[in-house]
């Protein structure tokens, strides 16, 4: 793979991915007359739950799903200039242009308005868009295993760079598909954040894998994979290295999570023979998905990874996949419960799940 | 306020709340032809965050946006026999059909499939439907300041009894308004959980509330109230015994909490004057919300209360009042950071926010 590192008009890095060596080199340059980005997030710690929230104001003015001859995540052409001033690429990577965290915020006070229970700090980060694939007509699940490989390969190189950066302590690609769910633009690309504090889901999950080690003297996540293969009945998937299954209490109407069989805190550290395997494990969960309703499924997919400084030896790396479509046409939606008590209630179980996504992978 | 219970023909419990004790006796039978609730949800606890799940398969059949002349809510006419017999009513409340939560589901095994750190329960609790007003097309802040205390007075009453029901560990009730939030419903109404366990939000909030006690010797949510009628810039409204503001980590575009100036663990403590005084204070918030898109905002608002059994003395009540519309048209979705590692993004401060829902209050 060549990684090609180049800069757009307004400062913004964008990084080329080729899978082939001898690809002419990226050279084309950013002609767009654009102004710069004007980082401006914030985050502040809400008081009463001990949980940072992220505000970005200047996200208003965002791109919102634009004409199919408009997509800025496809190659520019001699008529039309893209995101991406080159006219194809394999894998491509660039700065969001409407980040929720970036290099070099403004500082703030450490409060909110001198209130002591309400810390608060600049949104320093980075946001940056990753697209899978030049053809803006494809899905994930479309690409060829090498080109997931690919991907990872570049999910592990972005890890490894946004760790780098002063501030971050925690990164999170993942990628939104769907319309269902806000996707605003349909070319095939996720996103990686590199956040500025460890997230609220991770710091539970932390707590609770510290906890479980105190008290069995293994990793919660290991024992439950171990269990889980065991019994099988959630099991969608499972190969030499990977497994992908229904959680054992899953909260959404589709839920999986894919987890190497091996501790390993983040994507860099997958070997080369795990990161061969993902690829395929993950392109036969992915057409399980578009099976069960016979269409393309809105999903989000996320990598738990480890926080860059803490608990590298507690976290264990997995993907986890989810849906809010609960029938081919109804969506299940964040209610009271949810969204004011933060309790899911699942109108299937887990089981349920489980046997419908392997019938979608045997039919599709 | 007069309290009448009757049985539903399938044997659920409906009571009666009628404002003037001399309204004719609530004696009408319901004569429908309707089979017996079969509860059958359960609870599962997440291996990895530590938190419940509920899931209850056997709500997929509710009932999904019936047409008006059908609707469930409206009392019962000669001709159609709803949820309600009786041809009138003030404030009802009925046992939810497909609850989430029941008396009387069937025992389960202590863990899922054997594995110890999947604990498992039958979903014990009681889940009941309060209709605020017999007028379809009527919505909570179109009811009358003496309605809005009665229905605060029966929300008083259902955390009462529900508190009492063996298993209950907290009682929730709240409202979901608006079709874009998933509201089945039109008739005005809400829903009260009693849930089996104490929610993952009110014990993180629980957990903070000691830490904070436990260094400053106060309550965490006394002195940002405190604090936010001393600054003003967040206040939406302020009375003798109320104040309405946005918090200052607000997560969704329109967020809002609305606490007593006193600590109390839940609505039956309230005073008489703190009640008379709510239902002015929440009708002018309501006013600001419709106000804002001119437009009926869709919205969950939901009363945080304290545990039965514990955190009496740390809790302090709350009702927060959160919508997903970040523009007249326009949804915020929860997405990859939302959904997958729950860092919430806004669009908006708290600041903007504030400013904007005072603003619809003086022009609405």
């Given at each position: ?40 997030s914030e985050i502040r710690r809400d008081p009463l739950t001990g949980e940072w929230v992220a505000m970005a104001a ?42 929720s965290f970036?290099?070099?915020v403004?500082d703030l006070p450490s409060t909110v308005d001198g209130l002591p229970m309400v810390p608060r700090a600049g949104g320093v980060g ?41 501030g971050?302590r925690q ?24 956040y500025p504090f460890v997230t609220p889901k991770t710091e539970r999950?932390l707590r ?130 949810e969204s004011g008590m933060a309790v ?21």
């Amino acid at each position: 793979m060549r990684r090609t590192v180049r800069q757009l008009a307004d400062g913004r890095e964008i990084i080329y991915f080729d899978e082939n060596p001898d690809t002419a080199p990226r050279t084309v340059a950013d002609t767009r007359d654009i102004p710069p980005v004007q980082p401006g997030s914030e985050i502040r710690r809400d008081p009463l739950t001990g949980e940072w929230v992220a505000m970005a104001a200047h996200r208003q003015t965002r791109t919102y799903k634009p004409p199919a001859n408009a997509c800025p995540l496809c190659p520019s052409t001699p008529e039309y200039a893209t995101e991406i001033p080159e006219h194809d690429y394999d894998v491509v990577v660039f700065e969001n242009r409407f980040p929720s965290f970036a290099e070099g915020v403004p500082d703030l006070p450490s409060t909110v308005d001198g209130l002591p229970m309400v810390p608060r700090a600049g949104g320093v980060g980075r946001c940056e868009v990753v697209c899978f694939t030049s053809e803006h007509e494809r899905s994930f699940g479309e690409l060829s295993a090498a080109r997931v490989r690919t991907v990872l390969d570049v999910w592990a190189d972005r890890t490894t760079a946004l760790s780098e950066i002063p501030g971050v302590r925690q990164v999170f690609p993942f990628e939104n598909r769907g319309e269902e769910i806000g996707v605003t633009l349909q070319h095939p690309h996720g996103q990686i954040y590199g956040y500025p504090f460890v997230t609220p889901k991770t710091e539970r999950m932390l707590r609770v894998a510290k906890e479980y080690r105190a008290e069995h003297g293994s990793q919660v996540l290991g024992d439950v994979l171990a269990a889980e293969r065991a019994h099988g009945e959630r099991v969608l998937v499972s190969s030499r290295y990977w497994t992908a299954f229904v959680p054992p209490a899953a909260r959404w109407p589709v839920h999986v999570q894919l987890a190497p069989h091996r501790q390993v805190p983040d994507v860099p550290a997958l070997t080369e023979a795990e990161r061969d395997d993902f690829a395929v494990v993950y392109l036969r969960l992915l057409g399980m998905l578009d099976g069960l309703y016979d269409r393309p499924l809105p999903y989000v997919a996320g990598w738990n990874q480890a926080p860059v400084y803490e608990g590298r030896d507690l976290a264990w790396l997995h993907l986890e996949v989810l849906s809010v479509l609960r029938a081919r046409d109804k969506l299940k939606y964040l209610a009271g419960s949810e969204s004011g008590m933060a309790v899911w209630v699942n109108d299937s179980t887990p089981e349920q799940i489980a046997q419908r996504l392997r019938c979608a992978g045997h039919g599709g």
